[in-house]
């Protein structure tokens, strides 16, 4: 089993829809939650990030964080076509430096 | 720009050959990650360097190395390549350790035919 699930998609939804990306994973020690953008053949930009359960959000971006049911969601809203890209989900832990464990990524296409 | 370096953009090589990707991280970063993109292995973490030293590894494979030198560049040394080996390799940089996420280059894409 991955330490890190998530749906590669591709998902494909009409402009303006609100857009949910999740993400499990299997490893309770993870102490801190990424979202990482990446556009094709580009490297991968920070989006959001979240330490512990709850929400934080960041304009029409919400990261949330369940870690009783290890659950990581990504909500976009009013979504955009300049939102089409591929998302990853990345935990990491502190006592291992800086390895952030990437999920496989969700392939979002926003068609206007 | 995202403010890290990397070089070169593409490479294209055969098998059994050698080559070495350059990272310079951010301005003021200490902290450089190496990992490798893959279509079927995703972003695999392979190594991260702190101020000169190894902090962290990945699965690396042993024909691949790396080394952060004092002015905080980083190289990613891979020998007798061999066809999987082709993949988008990135770097990343942060001040210290991830917590609070850090920053990727533009990657190197290579090629191994």
């Known amino acids: 089993q991955k330490e890190v699930e998530q749906d590669p998609g591709p998902l494909s939804v009409p402009e303006g829809a609100i857009v949910s990306l999740n993400c499990t994973y299997s490893?309770?020690?993870?102490?801190?939650f990424m979202w990482y953008r990446q556009y094709s053949r580009k490297g991968p930009e920070l989006l959001m990030y979240?330490?512990?359960?709850g929400n934080k959000e960041d304009g029409r971006f919400t990261a949330q964080v369940d870690k009783s049911s290890k659950y990581i969601s990504l909500f976009i809203r009013d979504s955009q076509p300049s939102d089409s890209a591929t998302y990853l989900c990345?935990?990491?832990?502190?006592?291992?430096?800086?390895?952030?464990?990437f999920g496989q990524g969700t392939e979002l296409s926003v068609k206007p | 720009d995202s403010g890290v370096t990397q070089t070169p953009k593409h490479l294209i090589t055969a098998t059994g050959q050698r080559v070495t990707l350059r990272c310079s991280p951010r301005?003021?970063?200490?902290?450089v990650y190496w990992y490798q993109q893959s279509l079927d292995q995703g972003l695999q973490f392979l190594i991260q360097?702190?101020?000169?030293?190894?902090?962290a590894k990945g699965n690396i494979l042993e024909r691949f190395s790396a080394q952060q030198f004092p002015d905080l560049h980083s190289e990613l040394n891979l020998s007798s390549l061999e066809l999987g080996d082709s993949a988008l390799y990135f770097c990343?940089?942060?001040?210290?350790?991830?917590?609070?996420?850090?920053?990727f280059g533009s990657g190197t894409r290579l090629t191994v035919v």
């Open positions: 990343a940089s942060s001040v210290v350790d991830s917590f609070g996420g850090y920053t």
């Open positions: 490893n309770s020690a993870f102490q801190y």
């Open positions: 979240t330490y512990s359960s």
């Open positions: 990345a935990p990491g832990r502190g006592n291992q430096g800086g390895k952030l464990i």
């Open positions: 301005s003021g970063d200490l902290s």
């Open positions: 360097y702190y101020n000169g030293e190894e902090r």
